[in-house]
């Protein structure tokens, strides 16, 4: 499965329509995106139950400047619409399927108990 261009204007609806997307952030200009670009391409193909999408950071600064993005490349992990993963720094292959495998992993009802025992304490 091929990657995804994604902009401000498709974000929200990609996240909230797929079950797991994982989003790399990333721009022309940089090297380590360009080596961490072939391992997500060749990932996608392994994981046709992932959306595997890309946002290009010049085209897209608003969005950018919005998620905090400060380096690229940065992999974000969304899972029914949460943000479950965020890291920046080229991934090795290994690495990438071990954080696919563990966002697969996640029990997502015990991930939104977590969220709003965080909500419920930053209320008091």
Do not use: Y
């Not at 720094?89 to 992993?105: R, T």
């Not at 965080?118 to 008091?124: H, K, R, S």
């Amino acid at each position: 499965m091929a990657t995804t261009e994604l902009t401000a204007g498709t974000i929200q609806q990609t996240i909230t329509d797929n079950d797991i997307v994982l989003v790399d952030f990333w721009a022309e200009w940089c090297g380590p995106c360009k080596r961490f670009g072939p391992v997500f391409e060749a990932s996608s193909e392994a994981h046709p139950d992932v959306v595997f999408a890309k946002v290009d950071t010049e085209a897209e600064q608003q969005l950018s400047m919005e998620l905090s993005i400060t380096s690229i490349p940065t992999l974000m992990a969304f899972r029914e619409g949460i943000l479950v993963f965020s890291q920046p720094g080229a991934l090795p292959a290994p690495a990438l399927e071990q954080v696919i495998d563990a966002v697969k992993a996640l029990d997502m009802d015990e991930v939104r108990a977590q969220i709003a025992a965080q909500e419920t304490a930053a209320q008091n």
